[in-house]
């Protein structure tokens, strides 16, 4: 196949235009076909904007063809396909156990099921259909079910989040494409494969869910929801047994076990104090906190494009600054078009996320503005220094707002003092909400970075800093306060025990959170082939 680069459009045109780019460029008829394998937003010379292309072209005479085209911007074009691992799957050998039905996880049992393992897949959480009548009734009545919330249920903390795939993860091996495949196999628009900042959004990333648990049924994968791991038994050092709680029938069971695979998504607290106790060896992992801001989205779309118009996609962005003393600012899960939400998943306390649909349509973007801790900040002797740091700071918000979420205007959040109102426009949110003053929630030292970015980000997006921003507190799951420590093989010291996933320490991200659990899946193959 021809791989062409930088293919300029004008941002409304059609597919029939596109290819007569396409034959222009090569010098050929209309007998060819072609895939696209990029497409993004050039805004460099806005408000007059384009998309760019990239394809992968195939045709008669390819080699005649480059050479006749003779372009910098043409090359010969060899896309890596994923397969899954050779195998050896027999009927005495015990089924891989999977803990969390989060991307890593899910990704983990789809390998191992399409190889034929029949995994045993545990879930805290409910079926997405019904943790999606929970997450409602939650937003609407404040009424939490600590096991099927935001953060637990199928699909993990994403599905309600706005779905975003990109990720700095590099893999030539095609596993990032196999997963962006996968979700299209399942339900998604054939577009995360080509955009350059794909999304799925939470209404059909629940469709997707579904759609992939059948398949995992078909393949003889037990899946058992509200199942909680309890347990770890280990003989000379290597995994034997869990022992699982069924919330339905309030009885605990003893399921044999020789490879574990450990994705239990960074709010398995109960999990990380259970490991501690084991002795499973941990560490503590940095992190960041801050708070979700909000503005309008047509402020960002003129930034980004120049114009507000309305054809084009919600406009996203991505700011970041250090600062003197070692603490970065940044901007984490930016929500073009999306929504504030309670994403609490333990009584008496408060942390808030930020979602999207499909179709990036509220008035208002958000993302979280985070202020990165410093080793003085944790006790680092501690695994479990930097999620008793993330306990206190959400205690204290569920404490300010009384189960609401707490909100203050920038300018107060400078002034010290509670919002009475909002400024020229209001808040998007999927939960009730309260005015109050977020200082003291953060360390008086992150307060002062977090104040220096948002100044910092005004002189890059004109309005950043405008001091009817609004503020939600407090953002403080942005990623595992804990690493599960584990070998070059992906194995802990405890033999069959795989970490695996953002709750491990090892992701940062949906996408990049299934393709460890691949990863995983072919290391648990692997040593199944040795034996």
């Not at 910098?72 to 397969?83: A, F, L």
């Not at 076990?257 to 499973?280: E, N, S, W």
């Not at 801050?290 to 047509?298: A, K, N, T």
């Amino acid at each position: 196949m021809i791989r062409i680069n930088q293919i300029k459009m004008p941002i409304e045109h059609t597919s029939a235009e596109l290819e007569a780019k396409i034959s222009r460029i090569l010098k050929i008829s209309n007998d060819f076909s072609y895939q696209i394998i990029k497409k993004s937003i050039d805004s460099r010379k806005k408000p007059q904007l384009f998309y760019i292309y990239s394809v992968a072209v195939e045709c008669k005479n390819e080699n005649a063809v480059m050479k006749k085209a003779g372009s910098k911007d043409i090359s010969v074009y060899h896309p890596t396909k994923y397969s899954i691992p050779s195998h050896c799957v027999t009927e005495s050998m015990n089924r891989p156990v999977v803990i969390g039905a989060g991307p890593a996880g899910l990704f983990s049992a789809l390998v191992l099921a399409e190889a034929g393992y029949r995994p045993i897949l545990i879930e805290r959480g409910k079926p997405v259909e019904a943790r999606e009548k929970d997450v409602t009734k939650f937003w609407e009545t404040g009424v939490l079910n600590p096991n099927s919330n935001v953060i637990f249920g199928e699909g993990g903390a994403g599905t309600f989040s706005d779905g975003k795939l990109n990720t700095s993860v590099k893999d030539p091996s095609g596993r990032i494409r196999f997963v962006l495949e996968t979700f299209v196999r399942f339900g998604a628009d054939q577009s995360i494969l080509y955009d350059n900042k794909p999304h799925i959004g939470t209404d059909v990333l629940v469709t997707i869910m579904k759609n992939m648990r059948a398949h995992l049924i078909s393949l003889g994968c037990d899946i058992r929801f509200e199942s909680c791991m309890i347990g770890i038994k280990c003989d000379a050092n290597a995994i034997c047994s869990i022992t699982v709680l069924d919330e339905q029938k309030k009885q605990e069971y003893e399921l044999e076990c020789k490879q574990l695979i450990l994705a239990p998504g960074h709010g398995a607290r109960d999990t990380f104090v259970m490991l501690q106790k084991l002795q499973i060896p941990m560490e503590p992992k940095a992190f960041a906190v801050g708070f979700r801001v909000e503005h309008p989205q047509e402020m960002i779309n003129q930034f980004a494009y120049g114009t507000d118009i309305h054809r084009l996609p919600a406009a996203p962005y991505k700011v970041t600054s250090n600062f003197p003393g070692g603490r970065g600012v940044y901007s984490f899960c930016m929500c073009p078009g999306g929504y504030v939400v309670n994403a609490s998943s333990e009584e008496g306390m408060l942390v808030v996320n930020g979602m999207s649909y499909s179709g990036r349509n509220s008035k208002n973007a958000n993302s979280a503005i985070i202020v990165s801790l410093l080793p003085e900040d944790l006790d680092w002797s501690d695994p479990l220094s930097g999620m008793k740091f993330q306990m206190e700071i959400e205690r204290k918000t569920y404490e300010l707002g009384q189960g609401k979420i707490p909100q203050q205007l920038l300018v107060d959040f400078k002034n010290n003092h509670v919002s009475d109102s909002y400024g020229s426009y209001g808040s998007m949110t999927k939960s009730a909400t309260v005015l109050a003053n977020l200082r003291g929630i953060l360390p008086s030292e992150m307060e002062e970075s977090f104040l220096a970015g948002m100044e910092h980000f005004g002189k890059i997006i004109p309005g950043f800093d405008r001091d009817d921003a609004i503020l939600s507190g407090t953002e403080s799951r942005t990623s595992s306060p804990v690493r599960i420590c584990r070998n070059q093989s992906f194995e802990s010291d405890v033999k069959g025990l795989y970490p695996c996933g953002e709750g491990a320490g090892y992701a940062g991200g949906i996408t990049s959170a299934a393709v460890d659990g691949i990863k995983v899946a072919e290391a648990v193959i692997a040593q199944s082939v040795q034996q």
